[in-house]
């Protein structure tokens, strides 16, 4: 199953709401699963089965979507949360990633 | 949730290398547990999967027949046994602990595996 991330890089201000896009090529029903990786970090996971909150992630992040088409939304941007961020399908083996969205500083 | 990486390092087209991770902080033997690289500058791609006891395991297509996977319970170790390696294997591979066995809540360090003449 192919993971296509939109945009690739979303330039952004603090306090601005962020909204990432994931696609899937085909079904993965809820099997969504969403990371965080800041430079030179380990991933952090963020959100699972689309929109669980991970233990102590903060209620700005939120995940929603099913079947092929699911979003992840930080309603309003700290600087902690200019990173890289991936999605993850857990529908299928093999597991696949996608190529992830930047967000950026404006 | 401590998991210390080693095993790393440099080696040549068609050599070998064993990682591996030992675990701390957890019930290890009740987890899932997988590998997951990230080629520099690049995203991350999983790479294999073993169930809590060790009766499950998946490799993704690219390391199928190459790499093992394997886990000792008994001493909170997970390893991935890296045969045939080729320039495009190299990347920071990460272990990765799994509540459920297809996503990933903690992760190691990261152990950096190059593979070049």
């Known amino acids: 199953i192919v993971l296509t991330q939109s945009p690739a890089t979303l330039s952004l201000s603090p306090g601005e709401r962020a909204t990432l896009s994931c696609r899937a090529s085909?079904?993965?029903?809820?099997?969504l699963t969403w990371y965080q990786q800041k430079p030179g970090q380990t991933p952090r996971l963020l959100i699972y089965d689309a929109s669980n909150r991970a233990t102590g992630i903060p209620g700005r992040f939120s995940g929603s979507g099913s079947g092929t088409d699911f979003t992840l939304t930080i309603s309003s941007l700290e600087s902690e949360d200019f990173a890289v961020y991936y999605c993850?399908?857990?529908?299928?083996?093999?597991?696949?990633f996608g190529g992830g969205t930047k967000v950026e500083i404006k | 949730v401590p998991l210390l990486q080693s095993g790393g390092g440099l080696v040549q087209p068609g050599g070998s290398l064993r990682l591996s991770c030992v675990a701390s902080g957890f019930t290890f033997g009740s987890y899932a547990m997988s590998w997951v690289r990230q080629a520099p500058g690049e995203g991350l791609e999983w790479v294999s999967a073993?169930?809590?006891?060790?009766?499950?395991?998946y490799y993704a297509d690219s390391v199928q027949g190459r790499f093992t996977i394997s886990r000792d319970n008994s001493k909170n170790a997970l390893f991935l046994q890296m045969n045939r390696l080729r320039v495009e294997d190299t990347a920071v591979y990460y272990c990765?602990?799994?509540?459920?066995?297809?996503?990933?809540?903690?992760w190691g360090q990261g152990t950096l595996v190059t593979v070049s003449s």
């Open positions: 990765a602990k799994a509540p459920d066995i297809s996503y990933f809540d903690s």
């Open positions: 993850q399908q857990r529908n299928n083996w093999p597991l696949t």
């Open positions: 085909q079904n993965v029903n809820n099997y």
């Open positions: 073993i169930s809590a006891r060790g009766d499950s395991i």
